[in-house]
């Protein structure tokens, strides 16, 4: 008999808890009565936009990043992403005394491309539509000599996702489930790692927009399949196939997959903003917008929530988030 190991283990993400301590921020679990009431369960958000650079992504890069050797160092980082882990490995280069050179598409929010470029890196843009942003980055670091840490597609980059879900588990004990965004996979295997590591029992739930369906399509098929790339006010959501690494993980552990809506999800910021007092951006409100419409199913008593991040500038919060006609 042969067995596979997996890619990132509970030990793994506890080595990178290790790694992050003092770097990045132990963000709060904040709970709310109303929200209670509202869905009939003991909610606890893990807000993870109070985390460096505004999301989570910041965990998974500075793990990757700080295990680069001197030399690659020296030479410098290259990244791709539409905002978020744009950021995080800028921030992370920064950090560690780098440079980062980061491929975004045109039209990532300028908000995240002001803050990328601000944290120090470089930026070099794409038609998220027409062109591979992968292929881009990879022939910069060819030509350059730069390491690619991907947003989602690395064993480090799962680890240091995961540290999230391990403090909120720390934080409130046994859960009867969890839920998280789901883009290219590495936030959910790193939650579903930790989660199904200490607590056996647990349901884990995966959250994408409907227009984003790639993970849920794929765990139904048994298999990675790939869409159109998505139109969705979830930018950091809008990818058209899971990660391989990612998937091989998502498949053992992911318990299934809820949709939700633009609407939905425009809801959902709307009610975290007048009722939680928080700001979050679409991608990191999709869990808050399964939970508030019932798309989570039957929840059990207590509930935990991966709020994945807060990136948004003013006028696109107020565009989405004002009076509907």
Not at 111 to 119: C, E, L, V
Not at 135 to 154: F, K, M
């Amino acid at each position: 008999m042969t067995t596979t190991t997996p890619p990132v283990t509970l030990d793994d993400v506890r080595d990178a808890a290790a790694r992050l301590k003092g770097v990045a921020h132990r963000t709060p679990v904040l709970r709310s009565r109303t929200l209670d009431a509202l869905v009939g369960a003991e909610v606890h958000l893990k807000c993870e936009n109070f985390q460096r650079v505004g999301a989570f992504k910041f965990r998974g890069a500075y793990n990757a990043a700080s295990r680069l050797t001197p030399e690659q160092l020296a030479r410098g980082i290259a990244a791709y992403s539409s905002g978020n882990h744009a950021q995080a490995v800028a921030l992370a280069a920064r950090e560690l005394g780098t440079t980062a050179v980061i491929v975004m598409p045109e039209d990532a929010p300028p908000s995240k491309r002001a803050a990328t470029y601000g944290y120090g890196a470089e930026i070099v843009t794409y038609d998220r539509y027409t062109g591979d942003r992968v292929a881009i980055a990879e022939a910069l670091a060819a030509e350059r000599g730069l390491t690619v840490i991907p947003p989602y597609e690395h064993p480090h980059i799962m680890a240091g996702q995961g540290t999230a879900a391990l403090e909120l588990l720390e934080e409130t004990g046994e859960l009867g489930a969890v839920l998280a965004p789901v883009g290219g996979g590495g936030l959910i295997a790193g939650t579903a790692t930790v989660a199904k590591g200490l607590h056996p029992g647990i349901r884990v739930i995966g959250v994408e927009p409907e227009a984003g369906d790639d993970t849920k399509r794929s765990l139904e098929a048994g298999r990675r399949v790939s869409i159109p790339v998505p139109h969705t006010i979830a930018d950091g959501q809008a990818l058209h196939t899971p990660g391989e690494l990612t998937f091989s993980v998502n498949q053992r552990l992911v318990d299934e997959i809820a949709l939700v809506s633009d609407d939905e999800i425009r809801d959902a910021m709307r009610f975290a903003f007048e009722r939680l007092k928080i700001v979050v951006e679409p991608s990191g409100a999709t869990p808050l917008a399964a939970l508030l419409t019932g798309r989570a199913g039957t929840l059990p008593r207590r509930v935990g929530v991966i709020v994945s991040g807060g990136n948004i500038d003013a006028e696109r919060f107020a565009e989405l988030c004002g009076k509907r006609d």
